[in-house]
């Protein structure tokens, strides 16, 4: 009896000890992202403003994150299919309604038109840039005016990889203007581009929406992400109250001349 015993609770512990990587992956949240700096990026410990507020909000809720650094375009494409749990930071687009499930507003961007200083860029409406050659990437999502300016062929546009190859052309005179957000063109200016390059660029203070929103993107292969993206709303909640939010997202210097006015 003693015996028999002794082999059901060994039974029972090999049944506990191999349940325990399922309870434990059913916190771990395996997240898609790409170069974004200074809020996405794998040169910083912490992985950028945005991933950092990302992963306080799921450790608040009680979750592990694992982030894993792509091209966007990638990122994207294996999130939809279910490689991943999810990809962070996206802008909304409609199509990403019935593609993913979307998380409360990570971070607001700010922005803005970069433009040779050697043009007197003054601009009120969309129709005012018409002018204009302006340098853009593909994936990004800007706002749905601004791309359906694009799609009609009202603005003239010069196709880059990246922001960086985008404040390339600006700098070489083969494009006029471009839209970016303005932390992230100061970031690389700073690290990628040379003094004289940034003193040929300056910052229009006029945003180009006052609520370009930002989320996390769950793919919708796994229901259970329906209550991961609560947990992250719930935590993100708490890490706005609690004053880590305005910590985690400090405002990156730029130029004084590029200030918001």
């Not at 015993?5 to 191999?18: D, E, P, Q």
């Not at 997240?31 to 608040?60: C, H, K, N, W």
């Not at 409406?125 to 062929?153: C, I």
């Amino acid at each position: 009896m003693p015996e028999l015993l002794s082999k059901l609770l060994v039974g029972a512990a090999v049944v506990s000890m191999a349940c325990l990587p399922a309870i434990a992956n059913d916190r771990l949240v395996r997240i898609a992202t790409g170069e974004l700096p200074p809020y996405a990026t794998a040169a910083q410990p912490d992985g950028g403003m945005a991933l950092s507020i990302v992963r306080s909000a799921f450790e608040a809720a009680g979750y592990t994150v694992e982030f894993t650094f792509l091209p966007w375009s990638r990122a994207l494409a294996e999130t939809r299919l279910g490689k991943w749990d999810g990809t962070a930071y996206w802008g909304h687009k409609p199509e990403y309604d019935g593609q993913f499930f979307l998380s409360d507003n990570v971070v607001t961007e700010q922005w803005v038109m970069v433009h040779r200083k050697s043009i007197s860029l003054k601009w009120s409406t969309l129709d005012d840039l018409r002018p204009y050659r302006m340098a853009t990437v593909p994936d990004y999502t800007y706002t749905p005016e601004l791309r359906a300016m694009f799609k009609a062929g009202h603005i003239q546009t010069e196709s880059a990889p990246s922001d960086i190859a985008v404040l390339k052309l600006l700098t070489l005179g083969r494009a006029d203007v471009a839209p970016i957000e303005l932390s992230v063109a100061c970031e690389l200016l700073k690290t990628h581009f040379t003094e004289a390059d940034m003193e040929k660029l300056a910052a229009h203070p006029k945003l180009m929406t006052e609520q370009f929103t930002t989320h996390l993107l769950m793919t919708r292969t796994q229901p259970g992400n329906v209550k991961k993206v609560a947990d992250f709303n719930a935590g993100l909640r708490k890490l706005r109250e609690n004053g880590e939010y305005a910590r985690l997202l400090a405002e990156t210097p730029c130029p004084v001349s590029w200030r918001r006015r």
